[in-house]
């Protein structure tokens, strides 16, 4: 993963012209991910699928939300094999998206709880 402290992250965000698929893009000094989501039919959850710089190629749908929280099932393949987890976003104070990732599991291992990332909207 990347080691604690601060960095700028620039998060660009596009839909399709229709709005059924949003294309994000994070970018910053340590990490560059491109990634989209969408709805899906079949299932009737809200998908996403991500590659980072890092290697990780991740998939996930939404399972939760409730006031601007956002809660991902999300797996794939890292660098250090394969990953289960879910994922808390939460976009409730203004400003400031709070990530959380809880009941990671890496190559079959419970993996020890991490701290919340925080990140503050700058201009």
């Known amino acids: 993963g990347i080691k604690a402290g601060t ?6 965000v596009q ?10 893009h994070w970018d910053s000094d340590k990490i560059d991910c491109f990634g989209a989501q969408s709805y899906d ?6 998908r996403t699928s991500y590659h980072a710089s890092t290697g990780n190629q991740i998939n996930g749908k939404l ?3 409730w006031r601007k929280k956002f ?3 999300r ?4 660098v250090n094999g ?7 976003l939460d976009a409730s104070e203004p400003g400031v998206l709070k990530h959380k990732v809880y009941d990671r599991v890496l190559n079959g291992v419970a993996q020890p709880e991490e701290p919340t990332i925080v990140l503050k909207k700058v201009d």
């Open 15 to 24: 839909l399709n012209k229709d709005k059924t698929i949003m294309f994000w």
């Open 63 to 65: 399972i939760s939300y």
């Open 75 to 78: 797996s794939g393949n890292t």
């Open 82 to 88: 394969a990953l289960y987890e879910k994922c808390l």
């Open 71 to 73: 809660v991902w099932e």
């Open 41 to 46: 039919a079949a299932t009737g959850y809200i």
């Open 7 to 12: 960095q700028k992250v620039k998060h660009t």
